[in-house]
Each structure stands twice: as structure tokens, then as C-alpha cells.
């Protein structure tokens, strides 16, 4: 059974950072390109960061370039983000996810996800 597990979430003022986690079971995760995403009330879920199998290509969202950091450790079955200089708008329920295709990375959607975590709520408070 597939569980991708997500953790690091809360509540931030806003310019401070938080450190999101994903531990994965029942899956391989070097055989999967692994992404976060976003959902914020009354709006739909959107990329936020993925990256590539071996973590040697990654993709974010023009809202979060240079602020946050997506990175794997394969060995350990784990992604993470990094998320500095949070604003406001950055709140929302972020989850992990797993991707068995292959192709630009910059394409990916959530619709093309195959697992998905249940999770996490980060608020960033102004």
C-alpha cells in the first residue's frame, strides 16, 4: 500500500520559514518524479514545486522562485520544501505527490499525479 506522509506544516508570520517533509512507503520514490502542491480555500490545487528522479532538474511555480526549495533524498525515501520568505498568500493545504511519467518536467499537473499524500496546512499570518 502507497503512503506518502506529510509533515512541517503550522502557523508562520509572514516573512518566517517552514520546512515541509514527505516520507514515503510502498513505493520506490527514485522511480517516481515527486512534487508539492497547493490548495488554498476556493481555489484549485496547483504545482508548486517537482522534481526530477534523480533531483538533477526541478520546476517551480513563478510565485515561489527563489524562495522555496524542493529536494529529495532518495536513499531515505523522503522529499522536502523549503519555504523561506513566506507571504500571506502562501497559505494553503500542500501536499506531496508521485509521478510515474516521463516528459518536461515543467508539465507536470496534478491531474497527472498517480499518489498523492493527505496534507498538510501551512498559514501564513500578515
Known amino acids: 500500500q502507497v503512503q506518502l506522509v506529510e509533515s512541517g506544516g503550522g502557523l508562520v508570520q509572514a516573512g518566517g520559514s517552514l520546512r515541509l517533509s514527505c516520507a514515503a512507503s510502498g513505493l520506490t520514490i527514485s522511480d517516481y518524479r515527486m512534487g508539492w502542491f497547493r490548495q488554498a480555500p476556493g481555489k484549485e490545487r496547483e504545482s508548486v514545486a517537482v522534481i526530477s528522479r534523480s533531483g538533477a532538474n526541478t520546476y517551480y511555480t513563478d510565485s515561489v522562485k527563489g524562495r522555496f526549495t524542493i529536494s529529495r533524498d532518495n536513499a531515505k525515501n523522503t522529499v522536502t520544501l523549503q519555504m523561506n520568505s513566506l507571504k500571506p498568500e502562501d497559505t494553503a493545504v500542500y501536499y506531496c505527490?508521485?509521478?510515474?511519467?516521463?516528459?518536461?518536467?515543467?508539465?507536470?499537473?496534478?491531474?497527472?499525479?498517480?499518489?498523492w499524500g493527505k496534507g498538510t496546512l501551512v498559514t501564513v499570518s500578515s
Open positions: 505527490a508521485a509521478t510515474g511519467t516521463w516528459g518536461l518536467i515543467s508539465k507536470v499537473t496534478p491531474g497527472g499525479m498517480d499518489y
